[in-house]
């Protein structure tokens, strides 16, 4: 299981982080911006995560001899999901870390931009006030890179075990008693 899990896990981590950091670079130059980033970046964790389902299928197709019970599929998808993550989290960490403009200014941009929505949808200055005085808690918190690196975490994580839960019901499949002459396959898929 440990090749299975690492080999997926790495391909959807490089994948989701690859794409993130072309993501950031579409951000910086204007073409991707806060309204459509969400939607992209998730996006972009459905394809990279789709290797769960690959995982899944690959172990329990080479290692089970085609059979998988359900709690195993769920073990196999949340090991991939678990190493995409941290790739994922250490990507935005190390590009946090290593490009100026995001470090100085991503969380300024995005307090404007929740702000300035909240002007056109007509929130009171009351609102406004409560809401700025939210995210400069908010931006505070976000300084330290053990909170960043959770709340980056909890991006990817719950889309990951969204994908692994259907991905593990999909792909289980039971053993078959079947007898062939004196062979038969158990529930497990040893043969007696």
């Known amino acids: 299981m440990r090749k299975v899990t690492l080999t997926y896990g790495l391909l959807a981590g490089a994948i989701v982080s690859v794409l993130m950091l072309l993501g950031m670079v579409l951000w910086e130059n204007g073409t991707i911006n806060f309204d459509n980033s969400a939607l992209i970046g998730y996006a972009i964790m459905v394809i990279a995560l789709s290797m769960i389902f690959f ?20 073990q196999v998808g949340a090991l991939i999901t678990l190493i995409a993550s941290l790739m994922y989290a250490t990507a935005w960490e190390t590009c946090y870390q290593t490009i ?26 009351v609102e406004i006030s409560q809401k700025a005085k939210e995210m400069a808690g908010m931006v505070e918190m976000y300084k330290n890179p053990v909170i960043r690196f959770g709340f980056t975490l ?11 839960l259907i991905c593990a019901a999909v792909l289980r499949r039971k053993g078959r008693q079947i007898s062939a002459g004196h062979v038969t396959v158990s529930p497990e898929g040893a043969t007696r």
């Open 154 to 164: 909890l991006e990817i994580l719950p889309v990951g075990i969204a994908i692994t």
């Open 100 to 125: 100026p403009e995001i470090k100085t200014s991503f969380m300024d941009k995005y307090t404007e931009h929740t702000l300035n929505k909240m002007k056109a949808k007509g929130a009171s200055p």
């Open 55 to 74: 995982g899944i299928k690959s172990y329990r197709d080479n290692y089970q001899n085609g059979v998988i019970k359900f709690v195993k599929g769920l």
